[in-house]
């Protein structure tokens, strides 16, 4: 049985990451983040519902809904909103129908979690979910789409290795920044403002998404040197992932306040 363990743990560590979120890397420096930005009352509450020390908790909880996608699909078109380049921003009858997107998920989320009537497993699994989700509602391929499941469809070469042009960045624009979760997430707090935390404290979920879908239309897509869809890849220049660390720096940062925020607000009123 501990061979078998063994066996699994190894298999589980060399499989390859699929393109389904800001990699493993970008959730878990986003929930090491929050972790250090929640009040002592939010922070008592999630420790209660997710177990042990919070920050290692909130990192292990960032990935579960990657983890559990394959046997849950009901839960895959949660982890993204496809608003569409050409418009103007979200429109949730046109991008969210059934509240099968993001952005109402992590409304949803928000409110189970600060419903003390509800069994705590249910709120637990809400917590993971909502960790995980105000991570990829920030990865600006997640807010966008441009015909190509936000980028999913666009072929690239990078470092010489052919990949789409969202898994570079669920995970090569983060990976530029350095490869240790704990190290990057205390790099990228120290940049943090009080002004930017004010700022960012101060938009809705709905911000979040028309935020990062500006940066896909405008940063992303608008400046990608080559288009998608072809039989060619787009050959991207060698330090594509590196020239990208402002636009994953503030995002990974706008994610990791924003969590923390919302946490202290459905948490820290919330009494036993
Ligand atoms: N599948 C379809 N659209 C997607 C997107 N924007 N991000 C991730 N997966 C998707
Ligand atoms: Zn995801
Ligand atoms: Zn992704």
New binding site residues.
Partial sequence: MRRLIAIAAIAAAIMPST???WGSEGHEVIALIAASELTPAARAKVGELLGGDVAGAMADASTWADRIRRVRPET??W????IEIASAGYDPARDCPNDACVVAQIQKDAVIIGDKSLAQPVRAEALRFLIHFVG?VH?P?????NND????EVRVVIDGARKNL?AVWDTNVVEALGNDPATVAAILERQITPEEKRQWSRGSVVDWANQSFQIAKNKIYATLPGKGGTDAPIILPSDYAAREANITSIQLERAGVRLAMLLNKVLGAYRR
């Fill in positions: 393109a389904w979120a895959a078109p982890h993204y909103v496809d990829d990865q391929l997640h807010a966008s789409n499941r936000g980028g999913n969202h």
